[in-house]
């Protein structure tokens, strides 16, 4: 099998609506800070923004993911690579999660000491849409069951936080604040 290599470069680009949008916040943000903080906050504060726009865009282009017979490599756009052979990896998915923006899927893995990673690159969403995703991660799974033994492959438990959903924690902190509140109010009067 050949290496696969999704790399951030090619999947994250922005387009001039993003850049729109990022001007318009920043004309925004100045004006809203210029009245509070004068001249020279304002421009502290609109360097930092960019200055953190930037880095963010800058990583998530440098990132990459590359799967071969090694192991897979994961790059997040800073520092140094880090390299998972095949007898670390014991399970590979997807993982749904939900934004205000739509649904986003990320290709993970899960290693021997219990771990997620979420490959760079390999990811799925409206913002970025991605129309092999399903197919880039089943060529990936392919290549971690040619290269592992099947008893070496377990599923890992679902955690906490996937079970609980947003509804849930929500009522419990309902309960909790009325409980704080009528606390509160006993105590006080």
């Not at 930092?48 to 990132?63: C, N, Y």
């Not at 991660?137 to 996937?162: F, G, M, Y």
Request: hydrophobic share 40%.
């Amino acid at each position: 099998m050949n290496e696969l290599r999704f790399r951030g470069k090619d999947r994250y680009r922005p387009s001039w609506p993003h850049f729109a949008a990022l001007g318009l916040g920043l004309v925004v943000e100045g004006a809203l800070t210029f009245t509070r903080l004068g001249l020279a906050g304002s421009c502290w504060l609109l360097g930092g923004t960019v200055a953190l726009v930037a880095l963010g865009i800058s990583l998530s282009l440098r990132s990459e993911t590359t799967v071969g017979a090694a192991g897979i490599t994961i790059s997040s756009g800073i520092g140094r690579s880090r390299s998972y052979p095949w007898q670390e990896i014991r399970w590979i998915d997807v993982r749904e999660t939900e934004s205000r923006y739509g649904r986003v899927l990320a290709a993970r893995i899960t290693l021997a000491d219990g771990r997620r990673r979420t490959l760079p690159a390999l990811q799925h969403s409206p913002r970025y849409p991605d129309p092999d995703f399903r197919a880039d991660v089943q060529r990936v799974i392919d290549w971690w069951e040619a290269s592992t033994d099947p008893a070496a492959r377990v599923r890992p438990p679902e955690r906490l936080r996937n079970r609980v959903t947003p509804q849930v924690v929500g009522l419990v902190l309902g309960v909790l604040i009325t409980i704080v509140v009528a606390l509160g109010v006993t105590m006080g009067g």
